[in-house]
């Protein structure tokens, strides 16, 4: 039987396990896939027994995902510049790093929006989710991404490490409000909203565009307070399960050369959560 696990702290919440658990029982693969609770500080020695397990590939989540790279043999190109992991695959006993959380929200993104490149876009947020997210973005060809941010040195450092080209302007949370009528995509990659705290939102959207899109990577609960808030302005709203499903799926086709039906992914993570 092979074996995969997601190591985190805090661990029992992942959703992860039902996901790969049903992908590997519907086409009939013999594997399995564990919750793995590492604290942070005990990364080595947890990775150490991972390593006589003999996984077959596992998931990184908080807070190692960049503690993580220099106990890994190699790491895939566009991981290596987004300077964090979330999936590693065991090749041959060699542990290879990816970061399929950026391309998970790409593929997501452009089930609703296909012509990505020219649409103006504000990124709300410059922690290590964005960076996959900024990173990816630009990588696509994406032209404009402004970012707004709690610690304006956070996000200038972000557009300093870029290593592909788009362009950046840094915003206040007043300057991005003032002109949020300018966007056709607005990214909101920050924890604000996520339940229990679901009555916070990280900026106002009066101003939004009629038929903008507001994508939220914070999947509990399924409406964070900003997608409401733009729905009833009339803007498009994707919460964060697009990009849990596929960030999931891309791991599971890099441990097994097969890209997983994300529809009955979508179906499982739904039900999880309690929607529909
Ligand atoms: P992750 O890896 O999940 O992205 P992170 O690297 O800690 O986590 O980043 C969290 C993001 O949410 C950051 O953009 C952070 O803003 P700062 O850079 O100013 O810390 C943002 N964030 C979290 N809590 C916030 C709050 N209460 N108000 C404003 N921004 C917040």
Not at 38 to 67: S, Y
Not at 139 to 164: F, M, S
Not at 226 to 236: C, D, F, N, P, V
Request: glycine share 8%; charged share 25%.
């Amino acid at each position: 039987m092979k074996r995969f696990a997601v190591i985190g702290d805090p661990i029992k919440h992942s959703m992860s396990p039902y996901m790969h658990n049903d992908l590997f029982q519907h086409y009939q693969i013999d594997a399995r896939y564990d919750r793995v609770h590492i604290e942070k500080g005990m990364l080595e020695t947890g990775l150490e027994l991972l390593k006589k397990d003999g996984l077959a590939g596992f998931n990184v989540t908080v807070p190692h995902k960049t503690d993580i790279l220099p106990f890994l043999d190699e790491l895939d190109p566009l991981c290596k510049e987004i300077g964090a992991v979330n999936t590693v695959v065991n090749e041959k006993e060699k542990w290879i790093g990816y970061n399929t959380d950026g391309a998970g929200y790409l593929a997501g993104i452009l089930k609703v929006m296909p012509e990505l490149k020219d649409k103006k876009t504000l990124m709300i947020g410059a922690g290590g989710a964005a960076r996959a997210i900024y990173f990816t973005l630009a990588h696509h060809g994406v032209e404009t991404i402004d970012i707004v941010n709690r610690t304006k040195v956070r996000a200038e450092q972000l557009k300093a490490a870029c290593p592909y080209p788009v362009q950046t302007a840094i915003l206040s949370a007043e300057a991005a409000e003032q002109q949020l009528g300018e966007y056709d995509l607005i990214i909101q990659t920050t924890s604000i909203g996520m339940s229990p705290e679901i009555d916070d939102s990280p900026l106002d959207v009066t101003n939004i565009k009629e038929n903008a899109l507001i994508s939220d990577i914070i999947y509990n609960p399924l409406e964070p307070k900003i997608l409401q808030e733009g729905k009833s302005r009339g803007a498009i709203v994707q919460n964060g399960i697009e990009m849990f499903v596929y960030q999931g799926a891309l791991a599971f086709e890099k441990w097994l050369g097969l890209m997983p039906d994300t529809d009955r992914m979508r179906k499982n993570v739904r039900k999880q959560l309690g929607g529909n």
